[in-house]
């Protein structure tokens, strides 16, 4: 072979193995997506099946592993998966959004490839497009610390992923073309633990020992609050970040949050209630699991477990004792508290309202009066093409001005290596869930009526938890801080899903002008290309 072929193989090999982070291990997965009949709240519906699993199978990973999943769509429409709380660092294509991703065609597969690089913690994966998400394919994410990362607890006896989230019991088409038509959707039907109704799932536990949840609200609409029946639950983890151990009666789930907590079954042997109700909501729905002892001497006894209803209050204060553990090593061995965040000034402040109203006749939701619609090309792809006339940088502005809305395919532009303080204003009798990807934030305010600059004098500056999701009570603010350090196109929205899909998102656009890939990898050899790069190339090899 020519000295010149050597040496370029081996400069390709060299970047292939730097982009995928071959020095860490590898797992595979081999995923079906299929129709199938699904009964979770005793009526037949239409549901999506991952390798025949309604939810989908859990992803077991640690900290820096590389994730081959290999999707085979069996649909007869287009399916994407994305993966909550991943952070994709420097490889926004494999988000798995529209806005980055192109759908894969039914009877295709698409491979992602995925590093949960320095990330540890609890996250969830769900179908991104349509409104697939109330079909199912969702299933949860445990990202372990390695062996040598010290975590600030003992090994539980055993480690249970807990999905909960409102249901209906129409299929999700039904609920698609209701949204189409400028309906609003009415009040879900039931409430979902691990895909099963009322008394459908159990937890096995043996007495005297400690478990862990892993609970992620994967629901449409409704903030959630779970509690076992006689006992304690010590939150220690949320999104990534090990918290001070709080020990709480029960706790609130908002929209696409994920949590994990320590029980030990420490009471008589029996069988317990596991309950989970909506908040803030009137009527209040609850479902239930069953806690069950392996010595277990009778079964559940007396009503399930009362919990919080309307009291935002009781809310808030809770949201505001989650704090981090600053001693605990995070996916690295250095403390969480080593990142000052509080004595770095912020570069930008972006105020961000939502609301909700009629276009055309129909119900929309917007950001700052943008009610965002989708381009007919993934906005990554038409700015790593340089396609014009997809998308413009700028067309939300970073405060709201209070105009009636319109649509747009919204992005907003940022700079790398930013520090800005984001703040979301709701002046609507809703709780509101924002979700940021690509990215984790520090919370480090919140409170009723509208956000001023005096606001800030109550920030907490020391030890406010990092999470990528955050919950916005009624009349109410939510001030973030984010380091913006992931070159990416990057989606920012409501997890109220039909909010979601009725505008109320964005895309943040975190760019820089060098190439290097210690910045930003290049597009994947294996992505779809659709839209106006239809006829495109991704890098040769």
Not at 1 to 11: E, G, N, Q, Y
Not at 250 to 255: A, E, P, R, V, Y
Request: proline share 6%.
């Amino acid at each position: 072979m020519p000295i010149h072929l050597v040496v370029a193989l081996f400069c390709v090999t060299a970047s292939l193995f730097s982009i995928t982070g071959a020095e860490d291990p590898y797992r595979f997965f081999n995923w079906n997506i299929t129709y199938g009949d699904i009964y979770p709240l005793g009526v037949r519906q239409t549901g999506f099946l991952i390798n025949g699993q309604f939810p989908g199978p859990d992803i077991h990973s640690v900290t820096n592993e590389n994730l081959i999943i290999n999707v085979f769509n069996n649909l007869n429409e287009s399916f994407l998966l994305s993966w909550n709380g991943i952070q994709q660092r420097r490889n926004s294509f494999e988000d798995g959004v529209y806005g980055t991703t192109c759908p894969i065609p039914p009877g295709k597969n698409f491979t992602y490839i995925l590093q949960v690089k320095d990330q540890i913690g609890s996250f969830y994966y769900f179908p991104s497009l349509a409104f697939h998400k109330a079909a199912g394919g969702f299933g949860g994410i445990r990202i372990l610390s390695r062996p040598r990362i010290p975590v600030p607890f003992p090994d539980p006896a055993g480690d249970y992923t807990v999905l909960i989230g409102d249901w209906y019991k129409s299929n999700h088409t039904v609920l698609k073309a209701r949204l189409d038509r400028g309906k609003k959707l009415p009040f879900p039907d039931g409430i979902l633990i691990n895909g099963r109704g009322p008394g459908g799932a159990s937890f096995n536990v043996e007495q005297g020992k400690t478990y862990r949840l892993r609970i992620s609200n994967v629901g449409l609409q409704n903030s959630l609050n779970f509690r076992i029946q006689n006992h304690r639950l010590t939150l220690v983890e949320v999104e990534g970040t090990h918290t001070l151990q709080t020990t709480y009666s029960s706790i609130d789930i908002h929209l696409g949050q994920s949590c994990s907590v320590l029980f030990t079954a420490d009471q008589p042997a029996q069988d317990y209630y596991i309950a989970v109700s909506t908040r803030f909501t009137n009527p209040v729905l609850t479902s239930t699991a069953t806690l069950r002892y392996s010595n277990s001497a009778g079964p559940v006894s007396g009503p399930p477990p009362g919990g919080p209803t309307i009291q935002i209050d009781w809310s808030l204060n809770q949201a505001r004792s989650i704090r981090t553990n600053l001693t605990a090593s995070g996916p690295r061995p250095n403390p969480q508290g080593s990142y000052h965040y509080g004595l770095i000034n912020t570069t930008r402040t972006i105020r961000l309202a939502n609301s909700a109203g009629q276009v055309n006749g129909k119900q929309r939701y917007a950001v700052n009066s943008v009610s965002f619609v989708p381009a007919d090309t993934p906005l990554k792809l038409a700015d790593y093409f340089k396609i014009g006339g997809v998308f413009r940088a700028g067309s939300i502005s970073d405060n709201p001005y209070g105009g009636g809305i319109y649509l747009d395919t919204s992005v907003m532009n940022a700079e790398y290596r930013a520090f800005v303080e984001i703040v979301f204003q709701n002046k609507e009798n809703i709780v509101q869930s924002w979700h940021l990807d690509g990215y984790s934030f520090f919370v480090v305010g919140m409170d009723g009526g509208q956000w001023t600059a005096d606001s800030r004098k109550g920030y907490n500056l020391r030890d406010a938890v990092s999470r990528c999701t955050t919950q916005v009570y009624p009349k109410s603010w939510t001030a973030i801080y984010v380091a913006l350090d992931n070159v990416g196109m990057w989606n920012l929205r409501s997890e109220y899903w039909a909010r979601q899909y009725l505008g109320q998102q964005f895309y943040l656009r975190v760019y820089t002008t060098s190439t290097s890939l210690r910045d930003e990898y290049p597009i994947p050899k294996n992505a779809l290309l659709c839209g106006r790069t239809s006829r495109r190339s991704t890098r040769p090899l």
